[in-house]
């Protein structure tokens, strides 16, 4: 069966991190680009940040740049999503895609993991 798994969500206070982790199984993920997405509460899910299947090649929302670091470890068959300097606005369901190429139609999507950021 092919899919993704993500992992680490939680509940975190302001100014806090998490690692998240995009895990597939039933593919080589190395085969693909991957992106992290997230969907908060009433509003559409957005693109948070992307990483090409070698590494080589990354980008960011504007809402992440500097905060947020997108990685994979191939031989892992992962992707992991470092959130620093957490805020409240980061609150939503985070879901890892993999797709072709960073910015084409998504091949396969996770199931989602819940990050609310909150004291």
């Known amino acids: 069966q092919l899919k993704l798994v993500e992992s680490g969500g939680g509940l975190v206070q302001p100014g806090g991190s998490l690692r998240l982790s995009c895990a597939a199984s039933?593919?080589?993920?190395?085969?693909?680009?991957v992106g992290w997405y997230r969907q908060a509460p009433g509003k559409e899910r957005e693109g948070v940040s992307c990483?090409?299947?070698?590494?080589?090649?990354?980008n960011y929302a504007d809402s992440a740049k500097g905060r947020f670091t997108i990685s994979r470890d191939n031989a892992k068959n992962t992707v992991y999503l470092q959130m620093n300097t957490l805020k409240p606005e980061d609150t939503a369901i985070y879901y890892c895609?993999?797709?072709?190429?960073?910015?084409?139609?998504?091949?396969?999507w996770g199931q989602g993991t819940q990050v609310t950021v909150s004291s």
């Open positions: 895609a993999a797709t072709i190429v960073c910015g084409a139609a998504i091949d396969y």
């Open positions: 990483i090409s299947h070698t590494g080589g090649s990354t």
């Open positions: 039933g593919f080589k993920l190395a085969d693909y680009a």
